[in-house]
């Protein structure tokens, strides 16, 4: 009889909610060099076409540039992430002056972008990776990327980008992110209806999360 009141009151007490289902919500943030290079080139531009206006006055050339330098400066702060978050409802894209919130439906995958100058340069020097070398895959993870004549897994270079219908393409980070970043944006993406995959080489095991010097919340 005990065993059955027991039964009868385990059956009927509420349980709490399975926190292993809920999809998780991912923070990446941009790079603070990524970052400074895409404020400072429009804005070297800007000030190089006014000094040659000054120069010479409103001749086609500093006027093309001024076109040119304002155009790369709507650009920059439409398009570059200070960071973005990803959870069960959409992406918020948190750009230079503005936020942007995109609904999964848009999105029909998240790749890899492939990668600037500067980030590979912080891949080969990380003194975590033997022979300034790291460890990648193909295929979201499921298979390792490593070099044909050492046999060691190789660095990923570049930030993950959302795909949408025809060529849009929305950046989310210009940096790698961590694997535990990597493994939490394919579980996101896995709990979607319907899911989004992600056709990205899985980071190498010492690379560090996005938010490594932004410890804060959003």
């Known amino acids: ?121 912080r891949a080969l020097r990380d003194p975590g990776l033997p022979g300034g070398r790291g460890a990648g895959a193909r295929d979201g993870g499921t298979s390792p990327r490593r070099d044909g004549v050492t046999g060691e897994e190789l660095p990923v270079s570049g930030g993950l980008v959302a795909v949408g219908a025809g060529r849009r393409r929305w950046l989310l980070t210009d940096q790698v992110e961590s694997r535990a970043q990597f493994d939490a944006l394919s579980t996101l993406a896995r709990h979607l209806d319907p899911p989004v995959p992600v056709r990205a080489e899985r980071p190498h095991a010492q690379a560090p999360p996005t938010d490594l010097y932004r410890r804060r919340r959003h």
Do not use: K, N, Y
């Open 1 to 121: 009889m005990g065993g059955l009141a027991s039964l009868a009151m385990d059956s009927s007490s509420p349980r709490p909610p399975d926190r292993a289902t809920e999809p998780p919500t991912l923070v990446l943030h941009s790079s603070w060099t990524g970052l400074a290079a895409a404020i400072v080139s429009p804005v070297l531009l800007l000030v190089f076409a006014a000094l040659m206006l000054a120069a010479r006055g409103p001749r086609p050339l500093p006027l093309v540039l001024l076109g040119v330098a304002l155009t790369s400066a709507v650009a920059v702060l439409a398009s570059f992430p200070r960071h973005s978050r990803l959870d069960g409802e959409g992406i918020t894209l948190t750009r230079l002056g503005r936020r942007r919130h995109l609904p999964w439906s848009e999105v029909r995958a998240i790749t890899r972008g492939p990668g600037t100058q500067a980030a590979r340069s």
